[in-house]
């Protein structure tokens, strides 16, 4: 609805989630403390085809949850354009019944047809950091690990193309032998059951994961991928069309 919306957290002694609209035809601006004073982090945003906001974060220690779950992806709804938000409900906390250490760095989109995908890095306790993908496609939340290779596998994007499917670029160690070892950038596709086995797009980009973390957009069916490199002098933006 020509909004134009940014979602952003507070640190102090509470962490709040804070949308800011603004029209692009009149540069108002109201803000929301959306989620309270609980603890939340990690706001990624999303518009379902009926134009309702779908907000999506980490929240630490939900009601009713004593053990274990201390970190859930939950989820709220405006149908108003951010004016008023509906009551906070869980997506996961967990994987295969073992409960999430992290739920970190969420992207979210909207397939045409109305799915909605969600992916994160996260950890189980005593295992390695993997990427994980949740889904509403068949009716009900579904999480799915995309990979478990490697290591120290972070910051996922996502993207979807015409014909619904989900595609997610990260960076990881690809071997997982060497703690901070060199860190490459991967891809898999999800054909609405599985994740495809992963593909080493750029070997060794990096041995400082973060500043190298990748984005991905759809046109139509091809996939376009950046990814910032410093495997060379100097260091450079690479870009990738994957079709």
């Given at each position: 609805n020509d909004n134009l919306i940014s979602l952003t957290t507070r640190w102090l002694d509470a962490q709040y989630v804070i949308a800011n609209f603004s029209k692009i035809d009149n540069p108002t601006t109201f803000i929301k403390n959306v989620t309270g004073n609980?603890?939340?982090i990690y706001p990624a945003v999303a518009t379902l085809p009926n134009g309702t906001l779908f907000l999506v974060y980490n929240k630490y220690n939900i009601t009713g949850c004593t053990t274990g779950c201390s970190q859930n992806l939950v989820y709220k709804t405006s149908v108003d354009n951010g004016q008023t938000w509906s009551s906070e409900l869980l997506i996961t906390n967990?994987?295969?019944g073992s409960f999430l250490e992290e739920l970190a760095e969420p992207d979210i989109k909207v397939a045409p047809n109305g799915?909605?995908?969600?992916?994160?890095?996260?950890?189980i306790k005593s295992q390695q950091q993997f990427i994980y993908h949740v889904t509403n496609s068949n009716g009900s939340w579904v999480t799915k690990r995309?990979?478990?290779?490697?290591?120290?596998?972070v910051y996922p994007r996502l993207a979807i193309t015409?014909?619904?499917?989900?595609h997610v670029v990260w960076i990881g160690d690809k071997d997982g032998s060497i703690l901070g070892g060199d860190q490459s950038i991967f891809y898999s596709k999800f054909d609405g059951s599985n994740w495809s086995p992963r593909i080493n797009l750029y070997n060794d980009a990096t041995n400082d994961p973060g500043w190298q973390?990748?984005?991905i957009i759809s046109d139509n069916l091809n996939l376009?991928?950046?990814?910032f490199a410093d495997d060379g002098n100097p260091r450079h933006m690479k870009h990738i069309m994957y079709d």
């Open positions: 609980n603890l939340s967990n994987y295969n799915d909605i995908h969600i992916v994160f890095h996260g950890y995309v990979s478990g290779i490697g290591r120290d596998n015409s014909d619904n499917k989900a973390n990748p984005k376009h991928i950046t990814f």
